[in-house]
């Protein structure tokens, strides 16, 4: 199973909206709605930030939205904050009963 | 809330098993509404789910196609806790290795992570 694509980086000011895509296939992303986006700060364990999607688990920020359009899925992040400075991850459920990440996204926040 | 923390050796010897445990806090390792999972991140790899351990009347295990004839999980109900064992190991197996809970269903959403473990194959 391949890896999900992601850009190597994004780059923002604060208060600014980014977006961060996920690109698959029709056998992961595109077959599923369960998408899953980590946040990762250095030397930390990754945190889920949203699932199925859109879903924000609780204590995860309101300024972060998933959706998703045929075999891409993408974070928003509005109101970008330094604190948001990190690296995410998308992960997908796929057609072969496991799940895949994509290669990470680093977010500078400038 | 639910905590997992793991514990286990940094440094294995190439060829031999490399052994993890996470412990857990606030849930139950029987709970029938969560899973337990192994995932492992290096820099060649990414990120890499390695399976699954979990309780529904019986216990039962996914593993990942990579890893499958290499890795077993046992899951311990009187410490709460289950562990991973990868058998064989190479260098290429370095990694940092995290236990996560999963959902009921298939393998979707890992929420929360544990601290990570560096584990280092090298003679």
């Known amino acids: 199973q391949s890896a999900l694509t992601q850009p190597a980086s994004v780059s923002g000011s604060p208060g600014q909206s980014i977006t961060i895509s996920c690109t698959g296939t029709?056998?992961?992303?595109?077959?599923?709605?369960?998408v899953s986006w980590y946040q990762q700060h250095p030397g930390k364990a990754p945190k889920l930030m949203i699932f199925?999607?859109?879903n924000r688990p609780s204590g995860a920020s309101n300024r972060f939205s998933g959706s998703k359009s045929g075999n891409t899925a993408t974070l928003t992040i509005s109101g970008l904050q330094v604190e948001d400075e990190a690296d995410y991850y998308c992960?997908?459920?796929?057609?072969?009963?496991?799940?895949?990440f994509g290669g990470g996204t680093k977010l500078t926040v400038l | 809330q639910v905590q997992l923390q793991q514990s286990g050796p940094g440094l294995v010897k190439p060829s031999q098993t490399l052994s993890l445990t996470c412990a857990i806090s606030?849930?139950?390792?029987?709970?029938?509404?969560?899973?337990w999972n192994w995932i492992r991140q290096s820099p060649s790899r990414g990120l890499e789910w390695l399976g699954r351990?979990?309780?529904?009347?019986?216990?039962?295990?996914d593993y990942a196609v990579s890893v499958k004839s290499r890795i077993t999980f046992n899951p311990d109900t009187s410490k709460n806790q289950f562990s991973l064992q990868l058998s064989s190991v190479t260098p290429e197996d370095t990694a940092v290795y995290y236990c996560?809970?999963?959902?009921?269903?298939?393998?979707?959403?890992?929420?929360?992570w544990g601290q990570g473990t560096l584990v280092t194959v090298s003679s």
């Open positions: 992960s997908s459920y796929t057609s072969s009963s496991t799940v895949v």
């Open positions: 199925d999607v859109s």
């Open positions: 351990t979990y309780y529904r009347s019986t216990w039962f295990n």
């Open positions: 029709s056998s992961d992303v595109g077959g599923y709605n369960y």
């Open positions: 606030g849930d139950s390792v029987s709970s029938k509404s969560a899973t």
């Open positions: 996560a809970r999963g959902g009921s269903g298939w393998p979707d959403w890992f929420d929360p």
